[in-house]
């Protein structure tokens, strides 16, 4: 009797009821491993994305390479796209160079090396200007090996040759050893102009190619004799294969035609269409 009972401490600062979270040393009494996983988890991190893995990784797209067919985002967004393959292995996979949006900007490219044989794809109709000064509005191929065709996604493209109505203009000028081929594409005189005149070079019209609506006349460039759709000159040699054909083009006059061959020149037909000329 006499003695006080003391009675326990009573929580401060807590109601009843309240949610109570630990302590950082009792998480760390509860979790004695947690610094150490979060250490592993770190290396595992800096080890996926290491200096090294990233070089690994470029080198994967590297092996993409962009001079590959396909491998350009860019391919077939303007109106020529040119390519090439090799000139010791005919069977090589086309290089891409690149996307041109005339004939004037791809043939400079193409004057950059001569060696190799080039694909020019056209991706949509275009026209080649009646004028372009100060320079000639013919497209100048010379010492070239190259084919002319439609992009396969587009079907037969058409290129017309426009005229100022004042001059007829040939389209090309195919010379010095070039060899030219055209393939599933259409070719329009607008009426009026030549395609191409060929100087000691050879150019074949293949499956599909279209010539169409070219108006030729008797004239004389320099004391030389021209005006045909196509004129063959000394030393040429143009082939006319199955699936080519040429319809609804003019004559002006008795001293020229469709075709013109010089002495010395070479005209192949093997098979191909004449209509309504």
């Known amino acids: 009797q006499g003695e006080s009972v003391e009675e326990p401490p009573k929580d401060e600062g807590i109601n009843p009821g309240e949610q109570q979270f630990p302590s950082e040393e009792e998480k760390e009494i509860e979790n004695p491993l947690a610094e150490s996983h979060q250490g592993d988890l770190l290396d595992d991190v800096q080890d996926n994305f290491s200096i090294d893995n990233l070089e690994d990784q470029q080198e994967n797209v590297l092996e993409l390479d962009p001079g590959t067919i396909n491998s350009e985002a860019q391919r077939g967004s303007q109106a020529l796209t040119l390519t090439k393959k090799s000139s010791s292995d005919p069977n090589s996979q086309e290089e891409y160079i690149g996307e041109f949006d005339d004939f ?135 082939n006319i294969n199955s699936g080519a054909e040429l319809s609804n083009n003019t004559a002006m006059n008795n001293f020229t035609g469709i075709i013109s061959v010089n002495p010395g020149a070479i005209l192949n037909f093997n098979g191909g269409k004449f209509n309504n000329n």
């Open 104 to 238: 004037y900007a791809a043939v400079d490219k193409m004057n950059e090396d001569k060696l190799n044989p080039y694909i020019l794809t056209v991706n949509n109709d275009i026209n080649i200007p009646a004028t372009r000064l100060p320079y000639s509005s013919v497209i100048d191929i010379n010492g070239l090996t190259l084919t002319i065709k439609s992009n396969t996604n587009s079907g037969r493209c058409t290129i017309t040759r426009l005229s100022d109505g004042s001059i007829r203009r040939y389209a090309f000028n195919i010379s010095n050893n070039s060899n030219v081929t055209m393939e599933n594409i259409a070719f329009d005189g607008g009426n009026n102009n030549q395609l191409a005149k060929v100087n000691s070079s050879s150019l074949t019209l293949g499956d599909e190619v279209l010539l169409s609506h070219f108006l030729t006349n008797f004239t004389t460039n320099n004391g030389v004799e021209e005006g045909a759709v196509i004129h063959i000159y000394n030393g040429s040699v143009v």
